[in-house]
């Protein structure tokens, strides 16, 4: 059984304790302990202790406790689940300007890109036998022979003829004439000769558009002249104010 002794000690204590949570925390705890009956009574110091009673203190809060040994480490914990994608950053500077490459090798010599040669020739009311144009520019040719001189124009450098394109429009009926590169030397032209060099045969459609090509090369040396020559017609009065136009190339 508890004596009536202890019974008071705790008592005490426990009113101690109500004490110290409603006042400041003083560093040590005073008390009178009855000598007879053991009764205890709390004081603030025990200096008001009475006869017949012992003075007693003890510290509120007891001494720091030597540093335990450290625990053992834990088991690594399982990874934890991947957070959200974070946001785009913002776009960065841009980069200074690299330095020039070194340079390249010279390229390949290209091909020549020769000479193209035009002319659009409107034939007159009356067509005769043979018409000599000039091979570039727009001309209305009144005289059907070659030794006229101003139809002739000099080839700027020795090169191949090809290419030769004949379109004709108005001409009516279905007859035909031949469209040929008039070739000739000075003294070809002086003696009123010339040789041909590409041709191609036009054959009329009723007054529709008609065009004939020729594409075998043929050398022509420096020192030549070219014209345009139309010839072989069978039925002129069908090419009457007709329109001519003549192309080639001499690479």
Same mark, same amino acid.
């Given at each position: 059984m508890v004596s009536l002794k202890t019974l008071g000690i705790l008592t005490l204590l426990l009113a101690a304790s109500a004490a110290a949570s409603a006042a400041p925390v003083a560093s040590n705890?005073?008390?009178?302990?009855?000598?007879? %009956? /053991? =009764?205890?009574r709390i004081v603030p110091s025990v200096v008001q202790c009475v006869a017949g009673e012992t003075g007693t203190s003890w510290a509120v809060v007891g001494p720091v406790g030597a540093t335990g040994p450290a625990g053992a480490t834990?088991?690594?914990g399982?990874?934890?689940?991947q957070g959200p994608a974070g946001? %785009? /950053? =913002?776009t960065g500077s841009t980069g200074a300007t690299g330095p020039a490459g070194p340079q390249g090798p010279a390229g390949t010599t290209g091909s020549s890109a020769g000479q193209l040669w035009s002319a659009n020739i409107l034939l007159p009311a009356t067509v005769p036998s043979e018409i000599a144009a000039?091979?570039?520019g727009t001309s209305t040719p009144d005289s059907g022979t070659q030794n006229n001189l101003s139809v002739f124009l000099p080839v700027p450098q020795a090169c191949s003829l090809s290419n030769?394109?004949?379109a004709v429009a108005g001409a009516q009926g279905t007859s035909r004439f031949t469209a040929a590169v008039g070739l000739s030397t000075l003294t070809e032209m002086a003696g009123g000769g010339a040789g041909e060099g590409?041709?191609?045969?036009?054959?009329?459609?009723?007054?529709?558009p008609v065009t004939c090509t020729a594409a075998t090369p043929i050398p022509i040396p420096a020192g030549y002249y070219f014209s345009i020559f139309l010839f072989n017609f069978t039925n002129p009065s069908d090419f009457a104010n007709a329109r001519v136009t003549v192309s080639f190339t001499c690479q």
């Open positions: 705890i005073s008390a009178c302990v009855n000598s007879s %009956t /053991g =009764a205890v834990g088991a690594t399982a990874n934890g689940a946001a %785009t /950053g =913002a000039p091979p570039i030769l394109s004949v590409e041709n191609c045969e036009i054959v009329a459609n009723a007054g529709n």
